[in-house]
T-cell receptor, first 112, second 115 residues
Framework: DQQVKQNSPSLSVQEGRISILNCDYT??????FLWYKKYPAEGPTFLIS?????DKNEDGRFTVFLNKSAKHLSLHIVPSQPGDSAVYFC???????????FGQGTRLTINP | DADVTQTPRNRITKTGKRIMLECSQT?????MYWYRQDPGLGLRLIYY???????NKGEISDGYSVSRQAQAKFSLSLESAIPNQTALYFC??????????????FGPGTRLTVL
């Protein structure tokens, strides 16, 4: 049973526009959410996170929104740049267990 | 130098062979993890260790074993490799003192092919 789902395997966005990546979860015990970015031949790298006590967290061009009632989070990248082309993973953890549950990933392609 | 290193980076082996993947870290973190990545399935946790004496199974531990030789080293073994263990394997670390972030730091991965 997939507790964290990224239903879009791929997304293509024009450079300069906004990229919106979505993630849904089913476990109401999740209280911390993270986004990781992965380039080919590299390990995932931490991008941004949000605690369940917040509904928004911003870091430069990256903003994560959390809608607890809908069990949905999204990552907004604006403006999108070619270097943002990568696979993005959503992850969640519950109760300080420091075990992350990952979504399937979304491949983002930024077109010039 | 990379904080989390994995060896080998690529490995091709045959069904039934025993293989070990190694992970070393210089971050000084107590917690270490092994994941596998398969297309369409994301990263799935195989084993994790919160300190040298603590080893725990993840969601897909069957067919795998681990050894935590030291705080900095965590090895993953496939006792008898099978083709459906062909995947990309990642080691990761985290710092229990940073609970609020739950951030894990990943190595570059090992691409394993079992023929």
């Amino acid at each position: 049973d997939q507790q964290v789902k990224q239903n879009s395997p791929s997304l293509s966005v024009q450079e300069g526009r906004i990229s919106i990546l979505n993630c849904d979860y089913t476990n109401s015990m999740f209280d911390y959410f993270l986004w990781y970015k992965k380039y080919p031949a590299e390990g995932p790298t931490f991008l941004i996170s949000i605690s369940s006590i917040k509904d928004k967290n911003e870091d430069g061009r990256f903003t994560v929104f959390l809608n607890k009632s809908a069990k949905h989070l999204s990552l907004h990248i604006v403006p999108s740049q070619p270097g943002d082309s990568a696979v993005y993973f959503c992850a969640a953890s519950a109760g300080g267990a420091q075990k992350l549950v990952f979504g399937q990933g979304t491949r983002l392609t930024i077109n010039p | 130098d990379a904080d989390v290193t994995q060896t080998p980076r690529n490995r091709i082996t045959k069904t039934g062979k025993r293989i070990m993947l190694e992970c070393s870290q210089t971050k000084g973190h107590d917690r270490m993890y092994w994941y596998r990545q398969d297309p369409g399935l994301g990263l799935r946790l195989i084993y994790y260790s919160f300190d040298v004496k603590d080893i725990n199974k993840g969601e897909i531990s069957d067919g795998y074993s681990v050894s935590r030789q030291a705080q900095a080293k965590f090895s993953l073994s496939l006792e008898s490799a099978i083709p459906n263990q062909t995947a990309l394997y990642f080691c990761a670390t985290s710092d229990p003192g940073q609970r609020l972030t739950d951030t894990q730091y990943f190595g570059p991965g090992t691409r394993l092919t079992v023929l």
